[in-house]
């Protein structure tokens, strides 16, 4: 009787494009690490620099091996930064809690119920990010001073909060168009009034969306210089303006200034970190259908 034996089976060799498309993809991981890395230097020669003693910092060529000291915190902390940074964070917070409260009821009525010329009502609100600051600085300052409102934080919450209105209304235009229609029209079927659909309804389902709207609009106001520098002094400056007090005509404290920097993008950096998870999903809302 024959035994028949059946062949060992042989792995088939990958495809050259196969190979093609994982050597690319190594290399696009490769090319994405050294960009990000590139971006991530002066962020830690920032960091660093912080924790250098001032002949060091201004040393040419700079310095890699060095003693750490605190020296430029302290005498960061010495110049009264806390009220600068109360002044960031009332000025932040506020002026994004007013933009999402007028952005949402807003994008709602340009997307999911869209009012008559709606691509008009958007074209007017991206038109006025097209005016250059500089351009609306003087009557914006007249005004402001015939209020009697300069070097007040309330004028700051609300430029911040006509300054970010716009995009924020862009943004969650875009995502209040991703939920499907016929929640909508199951929630009106059954009784709901518009403020219960877009508080059980609407709001959990863009809240991704909502979050990465809210960290943009804050970081956009911790950062903002023009208007700040012009519009306050010593009641109402804001963490920017702190940091120019390190820039005078006795020369530039690079320590003392990079130890200022660091502090003030630690609350940014915090709150990305917090709501990184809600930031990607929010941005990519709508990229893959």
Known sequence: MTTLTRPASRR????????????????WAVVAWLAGLLFFLPVLWMVLTGFKREVDAASNPPSWVFTPVLDGYRQVFDRDITPYLLNSVMASLFSTLLVLLLATPAAYALSIRPVAKWRDVLFFFISTKMLPAVAALLPIYLLVKELGMLDNVWTMIILYTSMNLPLAVWMMRSFLLEVPAALIEAAAMDGASLTMTIRRILLPIVAPGLAATALICFIFSWNEFFFAVNLTATRAGTSPIFLVGFITSEGLFLARLCAAATIVSLPV???????????????SMGAVK
């Open 12 to 27: 088939r060799p990958a495809s050259p494009a196969r190979r093609t498309t994982g050597a690319s993809g190594a290399a």
């Open 269 to 283: 950096v915090l709150a990305g970190w917090i709501a990184q998870k809600q930031l990607v999903r929010g941005l």
